[in-house]
């Protein structure tokens, strides 16, 4: 188990107070959050972004809420795949990009938690944007993508078909160009028709939490 990932972890579990309803997303950083609020005994009361985090949320005793409008989350835990110094961010590596977004923007705050290997000086340094589509002609959504994104590559699984997103659609996974306005980007990519969500995630979190493998902590702040 990576000593990062289990810093950052133990930071995100200390933010959780009793009686609070929380969102959780997916991805391993969460995942150890997941098994660590488990252990602590504490009840837990949350949401969840993917079938996965649901199927170990549900083994580990905790309450399940649905977002049926009634509901506001006091605070969202999820992970990155990137965090730059503003935080902004790329997530979707593990395709749960378009249920994250909605649980993250049903919490009045979200924090991160993340190793500090995560972190870049420029979103797409190290890994594709994940962009989810609808099946129905994508490879024309592809086209119309490539004018702000000219190298989209489908998603596939290991045995060569196509990845599908819990909700059934394809992603493209994108390299974001080094000149590119990622604040632009944000908002131009939704305009093309065919696009369910992006993993761009910007003006969301309010602090990341990068855990390294002494077992200290970097905290990012937004506007810090």
Do not use: N
Request: charged share 30%; hydrophobic share 45%.
């Amino acid at each position: 188990m990576s000593k990062a990932r289990s810093a950052a972890a133990a930071a995100a579990v200390e933010l959780v107070e009793p009686g609070m309803t929380i969102g959780l997303g997916s991805g391993r950083a969460l995942w150890k959050v997941l098994d660590l609020l488990a252990e602590s005994g504490r009840p837990v009361r949350c949401a969840v972004a993917s079938d996965r985090t649901q199927e170990m949320a549900r083994e580990a005793g905790f309450e399940l809420v649905q977002l049926d409008g009634s509901v506001e989350l006091d605070l969202a835990l999820d992970g990155a795949d990137e965090v730059d110094g503003e935080l902004r961010l790329i997530k979707g590596g593990g395709g749960a990009l378009l249920r994250e977004k909605i649980v993250i923007s049903a919490a009045r705050r979200f924090v991160v938690v993340a190793e500090a290997s995560k972190r870049v000086e420029r979103l797409g340094e190290t890994f594709r944007l994940p962009v989810e589509v609808v099946r129905f002609g994508w490879r024309d959504t592809r086209r119309r993508l490539a004018a702000l994104l000219p190298d989209a590559e489908q998603r596939l699984r290991e045995d060569g078909e196509a990845y599908l997103t819990d909700e059934g659609h394809f992603i493209l996974d994108c390299a974001i160009p080094a000149d590119a306005d990622i604040d632009a980007l944000d908002a131009a990519i939704k305009q093309v028709p065919g696009v369910v969500e992006h993993g761009l995630f910007i003006g969301m979190a309010e602090r990341a939490l990068l855990g390294r493998e002494d077992g200290a902590v970097e905290v990012l702040e937004r506007g810090g």
